[in-house]
């Protein structure tokens, strides 16, 4: 019987492209997923990609009674991969205590709830932002951590909780993975980023600039000491992240301890680099004025992966253009997103 894994916040950008690469190697996912910031439609394109219309709970990570009814309805799970999680750092300024809440509180329930079930392997999706403001790049692992706003606190301490639970339960399994900045989409252009609202990330707004749903980019600082002067991030092809996923399940999790990884590519791009690409994915424009900078931004970020080659056989493949590219696609199929108002 194929293994079987949960996956928090199944329906959300990142954990709906793992679970495609998951059941492609015929794991078996077992979603949970409040839907409140992702849509149930992703469901049944995962079951286009794959074949598998994958088991789903609708109910938050908040609700202990869920989690304990899912892990007695599935003895089999094996592991766990946590993403659910609210991840908009403006709002945790506005928002904080619903940022521990369910950041905090709701991986403390998640990991009681598996303990309960003896369920005793856990993936969790952490972010560079644990590394606040680095003092070089590029990141390693064992840099100081840190945070600057309540989201990136939430990460941190629930990284925190993670080790000194594993300390305390040295049998069980912890890895944290460290994203950096995850784009693009899955190339069928099936499934994709669907941010509500006025999006927060980069490469979601120059897709909505590029289609015409917003009229310019706005470019958060260009007087950063960087080669153009604008914010040099470490993007990453969230089908390379799917398979960093599949590749800690695969070495890190059977292994007790506390595993952690950057997932990134090793490459910085910046925000002119991103803007020409995708003019060049689009064959549009899109047309952009220089602001200030933002308020917590940092200069330059991006990763050793060195780890992650080293320990999971896993390294990102997929370049800029095909980060682009595969944006690109799922906007012009999608231009609403999922669930066209
Ligand atoms: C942001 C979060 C980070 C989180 C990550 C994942 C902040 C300060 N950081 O990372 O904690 O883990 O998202 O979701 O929000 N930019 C523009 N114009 C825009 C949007 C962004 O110029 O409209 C620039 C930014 O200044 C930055 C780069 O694009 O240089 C990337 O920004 P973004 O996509 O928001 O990611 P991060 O800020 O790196």
Not at 41 to 50: A, D, G, M, P
Not at 82 to 97: I, Q
Not at 147 to 170: H, I
């Amino acid at each position: 019987m194929s293994k079987k894994v949960l996956i928090t916040g199944g329906t959300g950008y990142i954990a709906s492209h793992t679970c495609v690469a998951l059941i492609e190697q015929g794991v078996t996912p077992i979603l949970v997923d409040d839907l409140s910031n992702s849509s149930k439609l992703v469901l049944s394109r995962i079951q286009e990609l794959t074949g598998v219309l994958p088991v789903f709970y609708q109910g938050s990570i908040l609700d202990k009674v869920l989690l304990a009814k899912i892990f007695a309805e599935h003895p089999e799970i094996e592991a766990v991969m946590h993403f659910a999680g609210l991840k908009a750092v403006g709002e945790s300024v506005e928002k904080p205590l619903a940022y521990y809440q369910c950041n905090v509180a709701g991986t403390l329930n998640l990991v009681e709830a598996m303990q309960a079930a003896g369920v005793k392997q856990l993936i969790f999706s952490s972010s560079a932002t644990v590394y606040g403001d680095p003092a070089s790049v590029p990141i390693e692992e064992s840099f100081p951590t840190s945070a600057t706003n309540p989201y990136g606190w939430s990460k941190w301490m629930v990284e925190r909780c993670l080790m000194d639970f594993q300390a305390a339960q040295p049998d069980w399994s912890i890895t944290l993975l460290r994203y950096f900045n995850p784009v693009g989409n899955h190339p069928s252009g099936r499934l994709g980023e669907d941010p509500q609202g006025i999006p927060n990330n980069l490469v979601p707004y120059i897709a909505q600039v590029a289609i015409g749903r917003r009229e310019q980019l706005s470019v958060f600082g260009s007087d950063y000491n960087t080669p153009d002067g604008t914010g040099v991030r470490d993007y990453i092809h969230v089908v390379d992240l799917a398979q960093g996923h599949l590749a800690a399940l695969t070495y890190a999790s059977p292994k007790a301890g506390c595993h952690i990884y950057n997932l990134g590519t090793g490459q910085g791009y910046s925000v002119l680099e991103m803007i020409q690409a995708f003019e060049k994915a689009s064959g549009r424009a899109v047309p952009y004025v220089l602001a200030p900078r933002r308020p917590g931004d940092i200069a330059e970020c991006w990763a050793t992966p060195e780890k992650a080659k080293r320990e999971l056989h896993w390294q990102a493949t997929r370049t800029l253009d095909e980060m682009a590219r595969d944006t690109w696609t799922w906007q012009e199929n999608n231009p609403m997103g999922y669930e066209p108002q």
